[in-house]
Nanobody
Framework: QVQLVESGGGLVQAGGSLRLSCAASGLRFSSYVMGWFRQAPGKGREFVAAISRSGDSTYYGDVAKGRFTVSRDNTQNTVYLQMNSLKPEDTAVYYC????????????????WGQGTQVTVST
């Protein structure tokens, strides 16, 4: 079955950087659009970024524009989220997601989800 395993979360000071990774298995990775979402305590899930199957197209939510970069390595079945200039309000559990059918990168419905990795940004 499809498995998505996030890593790279942790505690970082405001202004710092983190790179999240999501290793995928059980799927033909290059056939899937990959997305990143986050959920802060007491809030709903929020779209962060998405990347096309080949990696040549990306789409970002407002929370990510100018600070985060999504990329993928189809030879390693891994998608990344580079996060720079982190703010305390970026504190959340970050999830990666995969979907085979998505055509438009702004689509928010994904079939497969990871368990998430905690990112905490201190002041």
């Amino acid at each position: 079955q499809v498995q998505l395993v996030e890593s790279g979360g942790g505690l970082v000071q405001a202004g710092g950087s983190l790179r999240l990774s999501c290793a995928a298995s059980g799927l033909r990775f290059s056939s899937y659009v990959m997305g990143w979402f986050r959920q802060a305590p007491g809030k709903g899930r929020e779209f962060v970024a998405a990347i096309s199957r080949s990696g040549d197209s990306t789409y970002y939510g407002d929370v990510a524009k100018g600070r985060f970069t999504v990329s993928r390595d189809n030879t390693q079945n891994t998608v990344y989220l580079q996060m720079n200039s982190l703010k305390p309000e970026d504190t959340a559990v970050y999830y990666c997601a995969a979907d085979f059918r998505i055509v438009v990168l702004g689509t928010l419905s994904y079939d497969h989800w990871g368990q998430g990795t905690q990112v905490t940004v201190s002041t």
